[in-house]
């Protein structure tokens, strides 16, 4: 673990001498995916900074509007025209066409382009996180399911695998091996923790004391999900089944999708916070997605309910995933690095395969970023390509962009050798 950012630290001799040569506070990166489109009509923003106005879908972002971005119009020309789902998902963080068949192939992602650059500075280069399980076999148009199950990929052949479970996500996070899954990072921090809370000002030791019990609340609950896991590996040895193939909750992941999305939302907050990691990616429902959202009120699965995306239904599950977008933003914006916070040193992104899942329509892509990378990156803006030229919004030209703000200069990227104009 790593501290928080504390005034104090400042007027300490250690601290003072090398004030001047400080690093600046780092930057991070995390995309969040949601498959199968939005509700069209409910998903709109006009304006700039607090009269930014967001339409039905987007009201969840309402609290922090002026640190977003709403962009419309952007798409990825190699996954047009190539099918339905996994054809619209294989390569949209990449721009590499895919290859139907039974060898995948595609390209890294702009996760893993950072991951491989600023995440050496890290103990965990990223977290590869998701909600829903990876399916097998092959979609109606020969193309694997494999690019409907992983929006990340470490290379053109190999797409990085998703951790479903949020124990397992935490111990990787915390380097929790063997016995150390029985002890509290926070026992393991104990003695350095109460020698700097006796050497810092009140209002910092606040900070830390703030700090140090997101950890545990975080760690309480893992604790639970470890033992659920536990129970369900009996459970799978004592009947002879894979785990993969139990449902859950029998399977040890938690039964309420709300459960399961905010305590991985919690994962990449510690992992930024803590410094333990500064790329992210969660994938919320996979392309086809199979999810039940009850506590909606909403009998049919996502895939089917996107089926009918002007319906009230639809509608309800995207307010909802957009919800979880707002939760994480919150979080990091709650936490404080100087005079600014966590979120405006990073970089969230928000999109999903295609606009519209009652046509299969991904000529445009909905796409939300949140944070300011530092003051890089402009926001409160509602911004608007689609008639600007196919050369002129993809969205390859927006991840070249992010990637500029972040200190990796890259001549071209996928399908883009230019810069996304005006973002």
Not at 190 to 217: F, M, N, P
Request: proline letters at 4%; aromatic letters at 8%.
């Amino acid at each position: 673990m790593t501290l928080p950012w504390l005034e104090s630290l400042s007027g300490f001799g250690l601290f003072s001498a090398a004030a001047a040569t400080l690093p600046a506070q780092p930057q991070r990166f995390a995309v969040l995916f949601m498959g199968t489109g939005i509700s069209p009509g409910r998903w709109w923003a006009k304006g700039a900074g607090t009269e930014l106005k967001l339409g039905e879908s987007l009201a969840p972002l309402e609290p922090i509007k002026t640190k977003i971005n709403v962009i419309d119009g952007l798409f990825n020309k190699a996954a047009t025209g190539q099918g339905i789902h996994p054809a619209m998902t294989g390569n949209l963080l990449s721009g590499v066409p895919i290859r139907k068949g039974s060898i995948i192939h595609g390209g890294i992602t702009i996760d893993q382009v950072l991951a491989n650059q600023i995440g050496q500075q890290t103990p965990q280069p990223s977290m590869v996180l998701a909600c829903e399980r990876a399916m097998t076999g092959f979609h109606e148009t020969n193309f694997s399911n494999a690019y409907s199950s992983h929006i990340s990929w470490q290379n053109s052949d190999s797409p990085v695998p998703n951790e479903m479970y949020p124990s397992l996500a935490f111990d990787s996070l915390f380097e929790n091996g063997g016995r150390l899954r029985n002890t509290s990072v926070l026992d393991r921090v104990k003695g350095h923790a109460l020698t700097l809370s006796s050497q810092i000002s009140s209002t910092d030791k606040i900070k830390l004391d703030e700090y140090l019990a997101s950890v545990r609340d975080v760690e309480r609950s893992i604790e639970r999900m470890r033992a659920d896991k536990s129970k369900a590996e009996d459970r799978a040895r004592d009947s002879g089944r894979p785990l993969f193939a139990m449902k859950r909750p029998q399977d040890g992941l938690p039964e309420d999708i709300r459960d399961h999305i905010r305590l991985m939302c919690d994962i990449v907050a510690l992992g930024f916070q803590t410094d333990k990691t500064r790329v992210a990616s969660l994938l919320l429902a996979r392309d086809l997605s199979a999810l039940y959202y009850p506590f909606l009120g909403v009998s049919k699965q996502h895939h089917g309910a996107s089926h009918y995306d002007t319906e009230d239904d639809y509608q309800k599950i995207v307010h909802f995933q957009v919800s979880q977008l707002a939760y994480l933003a919150q979080r990091l914006d709650a936490m404080p690095e100087g005079e600014s916070t966590v979120l405006d040193n990073s970089c969230l992104l928000f999109l999903s395969n295609m606009w519209s899942g009652t046509k299969h329509d991904n000529k445009k892509v909905p796409v939300v970023t949140i944070g300011g990378l530092g003051g890089k990156l402009k926001t409160g803006r509602a911004l608007n390509y689609f008639e600007a030229g196919d050369d002129n919004r993809k969205l390859c030209s927006l991840y070249l962009g992010i990637m500029d703000r972040m200190g990796l200069n890259l001549k071209e990227f996928g399908d883009a050798e230019t810069r996304l104009a005006g973002f």
